[in-house]
């Protein structure tokens, strides 16, 4: 999400504050200083998302060769995007994949996310959510 500022969680319910301290939860790479080095310093809400690998190489090696897509725009990206992704997130199972279980979401079971309404996390209720979040920063980029 190199293009998606901590700041956006607001629009899926995060307040301010909350937005703050997720943000301050990261070391964010900032610099030069006056001695012309690079430092870190804990994260702000204008911060973008941090990249989880440093390289794309350390990402494919991470998963199973494949190097994840930047999905800040990736709703806009693909024909009927919103559907694609949520039909991508709520398509995956098991057994159809060469007898491996890379698909495999230990996951699911209990859910990922805790909602705070009355709703439950089911897979379609996050991706639903996920959809919506994506689709909403096509107007913010
Ligand atoms: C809510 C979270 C996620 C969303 C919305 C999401 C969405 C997507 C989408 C839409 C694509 C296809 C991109 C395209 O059409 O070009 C994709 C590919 C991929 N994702 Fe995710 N993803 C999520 C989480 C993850 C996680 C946690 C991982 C790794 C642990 C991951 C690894 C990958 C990889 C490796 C690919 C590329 C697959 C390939 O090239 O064969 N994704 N993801």
Known sequence: MNRVA????QDVGFSEEDVKQIAASYQVKDGPNDLGEMF???GISSDYFIAPFSTK???AVSNNGAVPPDLSLI???RH???NYVYSLLTGYQN???DGNDLYFNPYFPTGMVEYDDARHATVENMAYDVVN??????SQN
Request: glycine share 12%; with cysteine; hydrophobic share 30%.
């Open 6 to 9: 901590f700041r956006n969680l």
């Open 95 to 97: 057994g159809e994949h």
């Open 75 to 77: 709703v806009k990206a």
């Open 133 to 138: 979040f994506c689709n909403g920063q096509q």
């Open 57 to 59: 190489e350390a990402a």
């Open 80 to 82: 009927d995007g919103a």
């Open 40 to 42: 870190y310093r804990p």
